[in-house]
């Protein structure tokens, strides 16, 4: 089953485009960190204060995920090393459902494993399959600060996972083969290279 975070997803790409996220105005769209960039390899820090510049931070990442489009952002992925990530993981047609998680932490896993076709926002237009517990628990805050624990399985229990992994530093392709791990970071390298001698 792939999990549509990536922008070429059609499925997302058509969810993505209607509705509305209803948390205030004025959100602006910002731009992705691309691998091999090593801002992605940082440790994000604990959110101290919840307060409106985390709630604006919150609204950006959710009109930056819908634009993209994606199922879910770390905060890290629009270089803030903040411990807050953002998801939608409902189905196409259905109305949007943004869930916004402060400082959260997986407190129990499942024995159980799943599979999942993974992407990434900032390692476009590549998948892969990895194995991941089929169950979590997480705790976190909301964007009030009030205290909450959800049980998460499926599509959720992966993107929660793949998330608060980027809250750690850690990619998707840190799961998979160091032969394939290798052949990406190679040809991101390369592009970015490109890019590089393009802008001067």
Partial sequence: ????????????????????????????????????????????????????????????MLETMYDA????????????????LVLDVTKEGEERSPLVFINPEIVHSSGERSVYEEGCLSIPDYYAEVERPAAITVKYLDREGRKHAVEADGLLATCLQHEIDHLNGVLFIDHISK?????VIRKFTKAAKVRGSRAI
């Fill in 69 to 84: 489009p994606g199922i879910g952002l770390a905060a890290i992925q629009i270089g803030v090393p903040k411990r807050l």
């Fill in 179 to 183: 032969l394939k791990r290798d052949m």
């Fill in 1 to 60: 089953m792939r999990y549509p975070e990536a922008c070429d997803v059609a499925s997302a790409n058509s969810l993505r485009r209607g509705g509305k996220i209803g948390y205030g105005s004025g959100m602006t769209i910002k731009p992705l960190i691309i691998l091999p960039d090593p801002v992605l390899r940082q440790v994000s820090a604990p959110v101290e204060t919840i307060d409106d510049d985390i709630r604006r931070l919150a609204d950006d």
